[in-house]
């Protein structure tokens, strides 16, 4: 749908989101640091004319500021791959060279304690843009973090992301803002994920992007950006009923789709004795269902006058919105007789 609206707006964004696509692959499939370093630069090169617009300034700040970052990022990877090229023999590990390659790629990711540039970017990309953003642009750098990492510092890590990631969003007032830090506490998720297997990385990873696609879907057929606005609508009960179910799945409460992985990571933590982390990780959780369930509360609660123009984009895509919570709904129910 998004990419349909992106052919009709303009055909060269088309040509970069190919190069953006067959970076990050050049990027994960290269044999040499080096060729990784290039599919990063490349997938940077890509994404910045995707979300600059000239017609809006926010926007084009915005590039900027992805610029420096990733910038920022790919300087530090480079260097560390100088180093570790000209200092050491290939094979050899070395706890501070593996800390500062980490960082940079997680810096690239927008993961905690590196990203106080997130929540501000996300702020002023568009919806398809922010989705893009949250799920394509991680795949590249969590894949060359499952290379080469310190499993202590990683650890560390995590439990940053999650903390942040579910403090971070309790006072936010817009829609964007909430998703990023929903985003940074799931990358939390997905480094533990990649750091048991790549497979699980890749189911997790999967499942957070069908997620995050249609709440995102859904406020852009809305044209949402604030919390208000959802009590400002007297929307359809079908469309709040469908917001409930996938802020639900996004937090991990069961029975959605969104708690199957967290269900086999936290067995995963529970088998090898992370007691401590397993704390951590179902807490901070807690606390995001916590602000989704009171935004949600608070919409249904809430009922003003309604607004003519809300039915002009929804009538024709109500089946896609329906048909993605059935999915949510029914998709855990039936991976239970997987465990049983």
Known sequence: MFFFILINNNSNKMFFLFIMFFSTLISISSNSWFGCWIGLEINLLSFIPLISNSKNLLSVETSLKYFLTQSLASINFLFMILIKFSLLKNFNMNNIISIMMNSSLLMKMGSAPFHFWFPNIVEG??????????????????????????????????????????????????????????????????????????????????????????????????????MNQLFINNMNFFIKLNLLINFLSLGGLPPFMGFMPKWIIIKFLLINKFYFLTFIFMMTSLIIIYYYIRIIYSSFMFNYFKMKWMNLLMKNNMLLINLSSFISISSMILSTFIFM
Do not use: D, H, V
């Open 125 to 226: 990309l568009s919806w398809m843009n922010n989705f893009m953003l949250m799920t394509w642009q991680k795949i590249s750098p969590m894949i060359l973090l499952s290379y080469y990492f310190n499993k202590n510092f990683l650890i560390f890590m995590i439990i940053m992301n999650l903390i942040i990631g579910s403090l971070g969003g309790l006072n936010q007032t817009s829609l964007r803002k909430l998703l990023a830090f929903s985003s940074i506490n799931n990358l939390g998720w997905m480094i533990f994920s990649i750091m048991i297997s790549e497979n699980l990385w890749l189911f997790y990873f999967l499942i957070y992007s069908m997620m995050i696609f249609m709440m995102i879907s859904l406020f852009f057929l809305m044209n949402m950006y604030f």
